[in-house]
């Protein structure tokens, strides 16, 4: 009989368990590692997955929107907007006639000549035309516009602009550019109250050619013969009369109107020589 050896035994039992041991670990780390490389390679796959839908939902979109866009192109074209021609202006009624006297606030006074119609883009437009005879030019208003113009004034209203006339300056601290503006804002919206404080402001008297600058001159005058031509035409007295009123109103060159007594005498004395040597 052969002697068994417990320790040899007990080795190889040993040894045989360790290396189970080591090739069930050896197994189960390769199993998670092939996990691992699956869930990996499943992750990638989404991940393509996502860009690929982010793009065909963003061509599907540029897509649908052209085919809108074609659509409505496509209807737009079929269905053409209907244009309303207007033909005719809308009737008003006329409130001036011809030959009457109107205002007109940017070139003063002027005559309604006659009425006329003109097509103006297809449109039949109404129209008064104007002749200002002191421009020698002649301009044309659409009826729809005539609250522009408006009628001579009345001699309540002249006898008003007379007492303004004779009025006090009321001369305004401000910068002459400023004072300007103002004065030919007065003048171009050709209300007569206002023509006669441009005029009344702006008198200087007998020095009206020293103490005045070119441009105040200029507005001056402007105004002044607006009032002229007007109250010329209201009162009908002539041309020198309304001026005579107008300057004794303004206290403007009375004394060189107005001959002195000693020039009365000579005048005298030389219609009496002349009146003697024509006997």
Sequence with gaps: MKKINLK????????NKQSKKIKIKKKVVKKKNKSTEIKKKQLAIKKVKKVVLKKENKTKVQNENSNQNLRISKSSIDQKPEI???KKQSTEKKLFKIKDYVVY????????TEFKKISIGGIDVETYILSFEKDKASGMIPVNK??????????NQVNKCMSILKGKPRIKRSMWSRRAQEYEAKI???KIYELAEVVRD???GDDIMVDQSY?????FEKAYERLLT???????????????????????NIEKQMPKPEEKAELQSEVVANQETSE
Excluded at 8 to 15: D, G, P, R
Excluded at 105 to 112: C, L, S
């Design 8 to 15: 040899s035994i007990l080795k190889k039992t040993f040894k």
């Design 84 to 86: 309303k021609k207007i």
């Design 105 to 112: 606030p940017k070139h003063g006074v002027g005559q309604i």
């Design 146 to 155: 005539q609250s522009h113009l408006r009628p001579l004034a009345t001699i």
């Design 188 to 190: 171009s919206s050709g």
């Design 202 to 204: 702006l008198n200087k």
């Design 215 to 219: 441009s105040e001159r200029q507005l």
């Design 230 to 252: 007007e109250f010329q035409i209201i009162l009908g007295i002539g041309l020198e009369n309304t001026q005579k009123k107008l300057d004794k109103a303004l206290k403007r």
